[in-house]
């Protein structure tokens, strides 16, 4: 009789064990890949207790989400701020993480001197000094970089940015050329939002192409992920995963978040310059969410995981844009003050149903 109790006992043990100390996502993907998480400045400055257990436990990949931005890291023509990313890259370096820095050139969030330049001239000059010395300080001690931040339309045309408007359609090009030349040891990365969209994934796969065709080294693309829980679009996300690796380079989800909450307007975006008015019915959930929409996320969570598994040769990392629900951008944008459930962990920093729903496609036996 005992004989036959015992392994129940200890089974039982067990889950009680991986219930108190649930997986891991880094050693369940290790083979897989990368798996990141964005942080703010309270998370890299060690403030945030529960980021604090959870990114070495969890990620083995972080992204800056705004303090290596040009409005922070250069905040004057001639001076630098490097004390966040210094702090950032000694962090990471401490819990053996690789750092993905984000990001060299974007036309938001640029400080305001250099939204006043008037001449081509001195913005290029802006652009090769910003290049080379911020890829220059940090190569050897970033991972990768994304060179170069949400270039294209929807339409896959060239956004009308200042960038473009005042330094020619050749200005990506040359963000790759002087990267490379003052980070030789740092991969260079393409990212934006929607190039999983057919229109803007062509835009964006004759950027790439460009690149290539005048001799510059691009090592990968990524795409954004900025989705909705209820309607991914796995179709396009696995065509681009195809036609991305097909250019010879590694693709990267790496701002992945399924927003729970009703959207504004009609089309999908991650433009933080489109922003909406507060309505308490575009709020539907402060106080916790449904099962069924909890289910819906973690549907489609393991939808998307088990894309990304079937790709693993070819995709390289998968980020997610913030650590616990808590600190989502998507709290606050397009409306601000709304409370959304993004990510795989929740407010106090607990692993939802969504987590175990990305665990389990890798491991059947964990499940949800
Ligand atoms: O730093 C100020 C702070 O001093 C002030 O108290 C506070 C009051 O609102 O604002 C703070 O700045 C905010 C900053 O985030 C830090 O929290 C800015 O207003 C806010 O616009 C900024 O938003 C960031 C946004 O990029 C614009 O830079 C989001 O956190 C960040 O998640 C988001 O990230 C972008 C990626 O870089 C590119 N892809 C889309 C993605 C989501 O929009």
């Given amino acids: 009789m005992l004989q036959r109790i015992l392994p129940v006992i200890a089974c039982t043990v067990l889950a009680a064990q991986s219930f108190a100390q649930p997986a891991s996502l880094k050693t369940t993907f ?25 990114i070495p436990a969890q990620f083995n990949a972080l992204t800056p989400e705004n ?27 401490k819990q053996g993480i690789k750092v993905n820095a984000h990001n060299l050139i974007w036309h938001s969030q640029l400080p305001g001197y250099v939204r006043r330049i008037k001449d081509a001239d001195s913005l290029r000059s802006w652009f090769a000094g910003h290049i080379s010395t911020v890829a220059a300080r940090y190569d050897g001690k970033v991972y990768s970089w994304d060179v170069v931040n949400e270039a294209l339309n ?38 934006d939002y929607n190039i999983e969209q057919p229109k803007k994934r062509a835009g964006a796969i004759a950027l790439i192409k460009k690149i290539q065709a005048a001799g510059v080294r691009i090592d990968g693309v990524g795409i954004q ?23 010879g380079i590694e693709v990267m989800f790496t701002e992945l978040d399924l927003g729970v909450l009703p959207n504004p307007w009609d089309n999908t975006t991650a433009d933080v310059g489109r922003t909406a008015a507060y309505k308490a019915d575009m709020n539907p959930y402060p106080g916790g969410l449904p099962d069924s929409v909890e289910r819906t996320q973690a549907d489609a969570y393991a939808a998307l995981f088990r894309l990304f598994l079937k790709y693993s040769g070819k995709v390289s ?32 920093g607990q692993p939802k149903r969504s987590f175990f729903s990305v665990i389990g496609t890798k491991n059947a036996t ?3």
């Fill in 225 to 247: 992920g900025h989705w909705r829980a209820a309607n991914v679009p796995m179709k396009d996300i696995e065509e681009s995963i195809r036609a991305f690796s097909a250019l």
């Fill in 366 to 368: 964990a499940g949800y």
């Fill in 154 to 191: 929807e339409d896959g045309t060239m956004r009308s940015s200042v960038f473009l408007k005042m330094l020619g359609d050749d200005f990506v090009v040359e963000a790759f050329r002087l990267a490379q030349k003052a980070a030789p040891h740092t991969k260079l990365y393409y990212n």
């Fill in 317 to 348: 990392r998968i980020t997610f844009w913030g650590v616990d629900d808590s600190g989502s951008w998507l709290n606050d944008w397009p409306i601000r003050g709304r409370t959304n459930y993004p990510l795989l962990f929740d407010r106090h």
């Fill in 67 to 93: 303090i290596m931005k040009a409005e922070i890291i250069h905040p004057q023509w001639d001076q630098y701020n490097f004390d966040l990313s210094d702090k950032l890259v000694d962090y990471a370096r």
């Fill in 30 to 54: 290790r083979n897989d890949f990368l798996i990141g998480a964005a942080i703010n400045t309270r998370q890299i400055e060690e403030r945030d207790t529960t980021a604090a257990r959870l």
